[in-house]
Structure formats: structure tokens, C-alpha cells
């Protein structure tokens, strides 16, 4: 399962100037992993569980993380349940089953802002400093399905609170977790999976037809059992 463990981040510092968008295409789609030509993916028919760990976030983030939820529930048809807050700083190999913070159940997602200090996982690559990184993480027995996952945020590398300009924080959310969902970056500037997040503030025709395939419309998963 090694596509599923690209480090998948969103370039930082990007400077962008308000331009009219580029018209996108429904077929800009790319999946993190493919299995048996199908898509790795959720279970999309029960809740995804997520928390918020917004200790050294900037004030409004936790309202940027609602509203990007919003916008991928309404582009999977899954359902989302917040938790409430937590205090886990994800690392590298953060496990998709922690049963002592969470109980007897796949952790939820993690949203953490968290320094470069605080984590082993890296905010560049290939050149690159990235505001934020993600990653789905699959059942340990089952490549097939995605069953918790990670977003990290970069307090060194801060990005305005809001929607109103490209690489702004709601949309640098919405791009980690289009990553969480399963979707890898695509060329496309008219796309939110670029991987600086495009030219745009919200996702593209491209995204939401690849989300929709990893989505509701996709079908029913069983859910793999977490074995203790
Ligand atoms: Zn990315």
C-alpha cells in the first residue's frame, strides 16, 4: 500500500492574486490508491468520526475545520460527527486503532495544528514547505478501506483564517482532507487537489466527481473490526 502512504501537503507561502478561475474538467481526478481497480476508500455508509486538536491554532480555525467538513459531506454524502477536542499531536506512524485515547474503535480523524517541533512528520519535501500534510490510514489487515487518518497544520507557516483567497486556511483544510478522503494531487489549476490547492477556493468540478466515486454513490463498505 504504498500509494496510500505518499505524504501527501499543500505547498506553503503561496502567494496567489485574485484571477478568474480556470474551468475545470470532471474527469481532473486522481485516487491515493487503486486495489482490484477499484478505489481505496471509506465505508461511506456510517458516520466518520473526527477531532480537533486547536491548541496553537489561529483564532477561526476551528470554524474553517467546520465549514471544510461541510463541504466534503456534501461532496461524499457522508455523514460527519465531531468529538469534540483533543490534545493528540499525530506522528508518523500514528496508528489507526488507540484504544487507551479513544476506546474500542478506530481513532477518529485528527485535525492538529502543531509546530515542525512537536511531530516527526515533515513539512517539506521535494523541495517544498508544505503549511499542511495528510494521510488516510487503512485497517491494519486491510489495505482495501480507509478506516481513520490525519491532518496536520503548520503553526510556522500559517495561513489566513477563511475562503476568500486561494491557499487561505478553509480551503488548505478542505485540500488535506480531500486527501483523507482518498484523492491524490492532479495538475489542474481549476482543482483544489493541485498541489498547491489551485486557483481556487473551493473544490472543482474534478474534485467532486472524484470524491462522489469514493462517496455515498460508491456503495457500502463492511467495515473491517479493529482486533485489540
Ligand atoms: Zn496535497
Not at 48 to 68: F, L, N, R
Not at 123 to 132: D, L, P, R, T
Not at 163 to 174: A, K, N
Amino acid at each position: 500500500m504504498a500509494a496510500a502512504l505518499v505524504a501527501a501537503g499543500i505547498a506553503g507561502g503561496v502567494t496567489a492574486t485574485r484571477t478568474i478561475a480556470p474551468k475545470g474538467s470532471s474527469s481532473d481526478y486522481k485516487f491515493l490508491a487503486v486495489i482490484g481497480g477499484k478505489p481505496v476508500r471509506w465505508n461511506p455508509c456510517q458516520p466518520i468520526h473526527y477531532t480537533i486538536d486547536a491548541g496553537a491554532a489561529p483564532q477561526g480555525s476551528v470554524d474553517d475545520v467546520y465549514e471544510a467538513i461541510r463541504r466534503i459531506s456534501s461532496a461524499t454524502g457522508i455523514t460527519f460527527v465531531y468529538d469534540g477536542p483533543t490534545t493528540e499531536v499525530p506522528q508518523r506512524d500514528r496508528p489507526p486503532y488507540e484504544p487507551d485515547r479513544y476506546g474500542n474503535r478506530w481513532a477518529p480523524v485528527v485535525i492538529a495544528w502543531v509546530s515542525p517541533s512537536q511531530t516527526d512528520i515533515p513539512f517539506s519535501g521535494n523541495g517544498h514547505a508544505f503549511a499542511a500534510v495528510a494521510r488516510p490510514l487503512t485497517a491494519p489487515d486491510d489495505p482495501r478501506q480507509f478506516v481513520s487518518g490525519w491532518v496536520v497544520m503548520n503553526v510556522q507557516d500559517p495561513n489566513p483564517p477563511g475562503w476568500s483567497e486561494p491557499g487561505d486556511q478553509g480551503p488548505t483544510v478542505l485540500h488535506e482532507l480531500g486527501h483523507v478522503m482518498g484523492l491524490n494531487h492532479v495538475t489542474s489549476k481549476a482543482e483544489l487537489m493541485e498541489p498547491s490547492g489551485g486557483l481556487v477556493t473551493d473544490l472543482g468540478p474534478g474534485d467532486r466527481e472524484g470524491l462522489a466515486l469514493l462517496g455515498r454513490p460508491a456503495g457500502c463498505l463492511v467495515e473491517p473490526v479493529p482486533v485489540p
